[in-house]
């Protein structure tokens, strides 16, 4: 069993609607992050927040948008997207950023299908 | 130039055998290593870490080579559960900046 727990599993979408992915972690970790993973690709990083401070990989388009109720909270707000967004997203966190030494403990994933 | 750059494979070895997979990474300034299993449509799971000195976890082995910018896994005695994709994973300070190969697929057969 994960302690990074994604909601809901799967969710499928038209290009006009507006929905938001969550991501709860149970283990004190200081940094969170969400990744894009397209079938057969490595996850691609999109967010991370950690310490309070949010930083942003600049291609991430911005129909994705991030929200960080507290500490053990991301969520990601998604409008307006478009097919080529259909993929698995997943949440992931550590116990603090930068220290070089921190591995990154995943969520299952929500599997995104945009219609 | 990809920032982590894996051969994709398909490693088909049988069982018992002994497997090895390199990653390469192109910045010099990296400086945490792990590698992942990923199975068909679930999420990567932290498999271990990279340390400068190299660490071994059971049939698993890690090394790392800063000079030549690659780390290894080694897998002893392959089980069928091994069968999975590998991912190694680079970090820089700024986490802002962390990246995935796109794996190794390994494949253990009878």
């Known amino acids: 069993d994960t302690e990074v727990t994604q909601t809901p599993k799967h969710l499928v979408m038209g290009m006009t609607n507006k929905k938001s992915l969550k991501c709860e972690q149970h283990m004190g970790h200081r940094a969170m992050y969400w990744y894009k993973q397209k079938a057969k690709k490595p996850p691609e990083l999109m967010f991370v927040?950690?310490?309070?401070?949010?930083?942003i990989n600049e291609s991430v388009p911005s129909r994705f948008s991030p929200e960080c109720p507290n500490s053990s909270l991301l969520n990601l707000h998604l409008h307006a997207l478009q097919p080529e967004d259909s993929a698995l997203y997943l949440c992931a966190s550590s116990r603090s950023e930068g220290t070089g030494n921190q591995p990154q403990h995943f969520g299952d994933g929500t599997r995104l299908s945009i219609l | 130039r990809k920032e982590v750059e894996q051969d994709p494979g398909p490693f088909n070895v049988p069982e018992g055998a002994t497997v090895a997979f390199n990653c390469t990474y192109s910045?010099?300034?990296?400086?945490?290593f792990f590698w992942y299993r990923q199975d068909c449509r679930k999420e990567p799971k932290l498999l271990m870490s990279v340390y400068s000195s190299g660490n071994e976890d059971g049939r698993f082995t890690a090394q790392l080579n800063r000079a030549s910018q690659y780390i290894s896994l080694l897998i002893r005695d392959s089980k069928l559960s091994d069968s999975a994709t590998y991912l190694c994973a680079v970090g820089l300070y700024n986490f802002n900046k962390f990246y995935f190969g796109s794996g190794t697929k390994l494949n253990v057969k009878p």
């Open positions: 910045n010099s300034a990296s400086q945490s």
């Open positions: 927040y950690s310490y309070e401070k949010l930083s």
